[in-house]
């Protein structure tokens, strides 16, 4: 009896050991996933690549760089790690707007940048998911990129009326992506990448899936892979 006694607290101690390690552990692996005690890996390098985006990809030429509020960079913690472009087509003379943001997954991929678009002119009239292909120069596999970007439509209200089609999706090196759960689809991920691309839209010409069309397979070589 006095045996089983004396083992006791030697158990207990080796099970606060246990108990602790584990935590620690766990603490480590997290802080690591999430960078909390460091830069992320790549994402200076992806910065950089993305800032390398030419003005001028094919017919469509940038009117220099927009700056985003404080409050939005902030709140997003990309002061640092976007564009913010105005797209003009040389031969239509079609506007496009268009940012993209590389930064942290729990915070880019959460908000919804339809909510912050437009104001009491305009209502949000839908919202689905489309595809947005092009060719890759592949002359042997003579393959496709298949990209697939939610698009939102809005209505303004005012006498001048007109419609805004919105687009955005999320990317992880491979591909933008329209997903019902981005936090879970991308979760393995420390950065990603949004796009957010707006334009006006008529019967005939939905302008920001054009600039999409046309400037993507380009946009797809300052992408780089996450980690």
């Known amino acids: 009896m006095s045996n089983e006694k004396s083992k006791s607290p030697f158990q207990l101690y ?18 690591v996933k999430t960078a909390r005690w460091s830069n992320f890996s790549g994402i200076d390098e992806a910065r950089k690549k993305l800032k390398e985006l030419p003005l001028t990809i094919g017919d469509w030429t940038a009117e220099g760089e927009n700056k985003l509020s404080d409050e939005d960079t902030k709140s997003l913690q990309i002061q640092d790690s976007y564009i913010s472009r105005r797209y003009k087509n040389a031969k239509t003379q079609s506007i496009v707007y ?11 991929v959460v908000h919804s940048p339809e909510i912050c678009f437009g104001g009491r002119d305009y209502k949000k009239d839908a919202k689905g998911r489309i595809s947005v292909n092009f060719p ?10 298949e990209n697939t970007l ?20 999320v990317n992880a090196g491979n591909g933008w992506v329209a997903d019902e759960n981005p936090r879970g689809k991308f979760m393995s991920f420390r950065y990603v990448y949004k796009i957010q691309v707006q334009a006006s839209e008529n019967d005939q010409d939905d ?8 400037c993507l397979p380009t946009i797809r070589n300052y992408i780089l892979p996450c980690r």
């Not at 246990?18 to 692996?29: D, N, R």
């Not at 890759?136 to 990129?145: E, G, H, M, P, R």
């Not at 939610?150 to 999706?169: E, Q």
């Open 14 to 31: 080796i099970g606060i050991v246990i108990a602790i390690a584990i935590l620690s552990t766990i603490t480590v692996y997290i802080g």
């Open 98 to 108: 268009i940012t993209i943001m590389v930064g942290k997954t729990g915070i880019i």
């Open 136 to 145: 890759i120069l592949d002359f042997v596999s003579k393959a496709t990129d």
């Open 150 to 169: 939610w698009k939102v439509k809005f209505i303004n209200n005012s006498a001048r009326g007109g419609i805004i089609s919105f687009y955005y999706g």
């Open 207 to 214: 302008i920001a899936k054009t600039f999409l069309t046309d």
